[in-house]
């Protein structure tokens, strides 16, 4: 016998690890499908005008040589004690949090909280977060995160112009706001007509402003009583808000005991890296009667269909998708992973923890300072927290350099000062080197005296929730952890088919690098000489998306989708500018747009023209056509998504960018579709001026509960010189606290793409719209599918109308519940259609996986069929009685018309490893009229319990 040796890789990326079906797998698929191969039937889907001619050819690495250049490029960082502060500081991240939620699967692949009955854990670590932040802020409600401190403090004065009194147009800043946070203020107000006045607090006239930001402690240092500027402020029917820090209000003075009406800041110093910017959880918290006025998402108490407490996302009606042109914010994510680590940290420390660690920062502050002032250096102010500035005059460059020398970085205040934030990793030995870096030697002795006046300490308690008490112990910890994830359906147990949402694989080597240290602990405003890593990383996505896309010039600033659109629009919106175009203000959306694509161009102040669908569900071209001729010179922009949200390649595309051209607008292609897109068509050949991409669907970072993303945006040579600045690189326009947004996550797209290779990513397209189309195939007999292109095809998802089945009384909610009996998250609902469900099964997703989402569609399909032919009602059947928990199974009172086996056990369920979702069905409208968004008290878990 002739041996002949295997052709098999085992070290393809992304043939054997990422992309589900095998070549056999496929060949079967392709069979139902009735095409003969991957070409023929992409060939049907996409047309061939529109199809990229050059493929994307970059190698591909094997994991251990992605990890290996990884390690490479990060030592090209240098890591150093960074003490500049603004807002990032230094923090021990506690292994059990690191091992057991940033690198658990479980947490950092599921997605948000919509379907809460499979999502009870994730929700109440919210809780506890939202319970945490509003405890220390002394306000009495907060939300689940916003995506960091300068955006939320952006967020907090839109909200504020809604719900103050006063009829003034202008906004007063604080002048030792971070300079990060004036900057994106100053970016959102700009559109919307605010006046910005920045001063010092001392010539604040509330008269003449609907609402003022303080931050506390200053980003010098400052701390400062506000109670009387803030009085002043409400005596006029202005709003107070307050950037503060939740690490010095476990010692300082509550922004709640100040009357403040709102407060925002960043969580990043409870446990989470700095990450060369992110991502971190912002916080938001208000008094309870702007509550409703409130952005993000709030997780609220409620109950199940058995009458016991259940967790869900209360006042979803706020959702800004929901609202689109009418909306008051375009948030649609958080940064729910991060909020969720920042809440164990308080639950891991308790209060009396985070005393210590708040005490321990301020008194080694306070020896500093003391050195300091001993030697005859100036030091300010007089009353601080964690931060001081000292008076250096010509010295200032040499102080610097003696700090980079002793591994240190201060920060550069002006011409002739410096400031130093210290922190939770700050020791007796980085003292010594801070006063070595000024020529001194030796440090003060430890004294428990305060740098700011005793009227300041707080005085009221915090954390007192038994939650916070509870889990002292690691082992205890681990637990309490381990019991609220397998509360929750994600990736790591099932298929997550959720239309427009790309829950692809998020593989362990892209995961790996972003807690390395070399990655995590640099500070996003470092010098540029210490993070040549990043550098390299960054401009080498940079380019390859650029390559995918057929843009110009990439900005990495905007750490949300819907951040990248508001991005995109602004840099068009600068671009007219530019021209004496300003009065282009018409923006044109289709009804199938993202939901957030209205929202994004009501905060860029567009006036937005709704465009109609055709009956087959495309943009309707006439339409179109009209209102663009309509508006003449005032048209700026449409918005499309491609493939369109209806899950179809329409064959109009070029048409509509070519109006938009002639009319002299510009053409925004929203990327949330991406997934369909890469190595076969490029939005900017096919007349895409701008685009963000969804670096967290696409581009595989992990949604993380809710949060992180990544939204960079994508332009053409003309638009590239109006993209965001930001104030540590130059530039106006910053949308991101940070530079280079939630920097630390590019690197999973990175890895992604390295370890891809162009050709694999290429691949990962079609297999996408292969896995689409079978499901279509299969189903099609079962559930109409809703919209095809000319050829029959659907793009990278397509949508089952289950509309029919309500004139039975059988709902999509009855569909989305009876999916969880089967161990399934359901798919998309009632988005972009209301009443059907929009399936996106990734190219991740294996042959075997796929066929039990259909057994299990199937299985629902026939449970309809009964209540059709009369056989059950829909009130009586396993469908409305969905999701059936273990209580349920063992109930000695079954007196229901179907039997235990059928109820528990459908055919898409396994049989051993089964999911039990931990509640029955969540009651929607309870939660909302008895809206509780703090941790209920300890005797509502007894009566739960009982």
Not at 65 to 74: H, I, R
Not at 382 to 408: C, M, P, S
Not at 428 to 449: C, N, T, Y
Request: glycine share 8%; charged share 20%; net charge negative.
């Amino acid at each position: 016998m002739t041996f002949t040796p295997t052709d098999y890789n085992p070290y393809d990326f992304a043939n054997r690890r990422h992309i589900g079906p095998s070549p056999s797998e496929m060949a079967e698929m392709l069979d139902t499908v009735g095409v003969r191969t991957l070409d023929e039937l992409i060939e049907q889907t996409i047309p061939a005008s529109i199809r990229q001619a050059k493929p994307l050819t970059w190698a591909p690495l094997a994991e251990h040589e992605l990890l290996a250049k990884m390690k490479e490029v990060a030592a090209k960082n240098r890591v150093m004690t960074s003490l500049i502060g603004q807002g990032y500081y230094g923090t021990v991240t506690p292994p059990a949090i690191q091992r057991n939620i940033l690198e658990n699967p479980a947490w950092y692949t599921a997605y948000t909280p919509y379907q809460p009955e499979i999502a009870q854990g994730r929700l109440e670590a919210l809780l506890n977060y939202q319970t945490m932040v509003c405890d220390l802020t002394g306000l009495d409600v907060a939300n689940a995160s916003l995506l960091d401190e300068a955006t939320a403090a952006a967020e907090a004065m839109t909200m504020a112009e809604r719900v103050a009194k006063s009829k003034a147009k202008a906004f007063f800043v604080d002048r030792f706001c971070h300079p990060q946070t004036i900057a994106v203020i100053r970016t959102r107000a700009l559109p919307l007509g605010i006046e910005i006045i920045e001063d010092d607090v001392r010539t604040l006239d509330p008269s003449k402003v609907f609402g003022a930001i303080f931050q506390y402690p200053g980003s010098y240092g400052h701390v400062t009583d506000f109670t009387q500027r803030i009085a002043s402020l409400h005596a006029v029917g202005a709003v107070a808000i307050m950037a503060t820090d939740l690490l010095a209000l476990c010692l300082l003075k509550e922004p709640g005991a100040m009357g403040a009406d709102i407060a925002v800041g960043s969580a990043q110093r409870f446990g989470v890296p700095m990450g060369y910017g992110g991502p971190h959880a912002a916080f938001m918290a208000v008094k309870d009667a702007h509550k409703r006025q409130m952005p993000g998402r709030i997780v609220g108490v409620s109950i199940d269909a058995q009458g016991g407490k259940a967790y869900r996302l209360s006042l979803q009606t706020r959702e800004q998708h929901i609202r689109r042109e009418k909306a008051t914010s375009n948030v649609c994510t958080a940064q729910a992973l991060l909020a969720v680590m920042a809440s164990f940290y308080a639950v891991f420390h308790g209060p009396k923890g985070l005393r210590a660690i708040a005490e321990r920062v301020h008194f080694l502050t306070q020896r500093l300072a003391r050195a300091l002032k001993a030697a005859g250096a100036k030091v300010d102010p007089k009353a601080f927290f964690d931060t001081i500035t000292v008076e250096v005059g010509v010295g200032q460059a040499g102080i610097l350099a003696a700090a980079r020398n002793e591994g240190l970085n201060f920060r550069k205040i002006g011409t002739n000062r410096v400031g130093i934030s210290l922190d939770e990793t700050t020791d007796e030995r980085v003292l010594v080197r801070v006063l070595k870096a000024f020529g001194i030697d030796g440090v003060p002795p430890h004294r428990a005296s305060l740098g700011f006046p005793e009227t300041m300490l707080r005085t009221t308690e915090y954390l007192t929730h038994p939650v916070f008490h509870m889990n002292r112990a690691e082992s205890e910890m681990m637990r309490y952890m381990r019991r609220l994830s397998d509360r929750d359906l994600a990736l790591d147990r099932a298929m997550i088919p959720l239309g427009s949402c790309t829950m692809k694989l998020n593989a362990a080597a892209e995961m790996m690098p972003i807690t390395w240290p070399e990655f995590g602990s640099l500070h996003p405003f470092a010098p540029k000489d210490q993070a040549a890593g990043y550098t390299e990383a960054i401009n080498d996505l940079s380019a390859k998306l650029c390559e995918i896309t057929g843009y110009d010039a990439m900005s990495m600033q905007p750490n949300s989708g819907a951040q990248g659109e508001y991005a995109g629009l602004l840099t068009i919106q600068a671009y007219h500018r530019s021209r004496g175009d300003a009065h282009r203000t018409v923006c044109l959306i289709p009804t199938s747009a993202h939901g957030t694509n209205p929202a994004s161009a009501q905060m860029a102040g567009m006036e937005v023209v709704v465009v109609k669908s055709a009956p087959n569900g495309d943009v309707d071209v006439e339409d179109f056509r009209a209102k663009a001729a309509a508006a003449g010179d005032r048209l700026a922009a449409c918005m499309i998504t491609y493939p369109s949200t209806h899950g179809v390649f329409e064959e109009t595309v070029k048409d509509i960018c070519k109006i938009t051209h002639d009319h002299g607008g510009q053409v925004y292609i929203d990327g949330a579709n991406m997934n369909a897109l890469v190595g076969l068509v490029k939005p900017g050949e096919i007349g895409g001026d701008v685009s963000h991409l969804n670096l967290h669907k696409t581009f595989a970072i992990p949604h993380g509960g809710g949060g992180p993303g990544m939204g960079p945006i994508g332009v053409k040579a003309h638009l590239a010189p109006h993209l965001p600045g930001h104030p540590e690189t130059g530039g106006d326009g910053a949308v991101s606290a940070a530079p280079y947004g939630s920097a630390s996550i590019l690197l999973i797209s990175w890895a992604y793409c390295l370890m891809m290779g162009g050709p694999g990513c290429t691949q990962a397209t079609r297999v996408a719209i292969l896995n689409a189309n079978y499901i279509a195939a299969r189903l099609a007999g079962s559930y109409p599918i809703l919209f095809m292109g000319n050829k029959g095809r659907v793009a990278h998802e397509c949508i089952l109308d289950t509309r029919p089945f309500a004139e039975v009384g059988v709902t999509v909610d009855d569909i989305a519940k009876r999916l969880i009996d089967n161990g399934f998250h359901a798919p998309t609902m009632s988005w972009p259609v209301a009443g059907t469900l929009m399936v996106e099964p990734t190219e991740s997703e294996t042959k075997a996986e796929i066929d039990r989402f259909i057994t299990a569609l199937l299985a629902i399909r026939a449970e309809i069929a009964a209540v059709e032919k009369g056989e059950i009602t829909a009130e009586e059947s396993p469908l409305r009685h969905a999701p059936h928990t273990v209580a349920a199974l063992v109930t000695e009172a079954w007196d229901r018309k179907y039997s235990r086996e059928q109820g528990c056990f459908p055919p898409g369920a396994f049989r051993v490893d089964k999911y039990w979702p931990p509640v029955g069905r969540v009651d929607n409208v309870f939660g909302d009229r008895n809206l509780i968004c703090t941790c209920p008290p300890v005797e509502s878990y007894m009566e739960a319990a009982e």
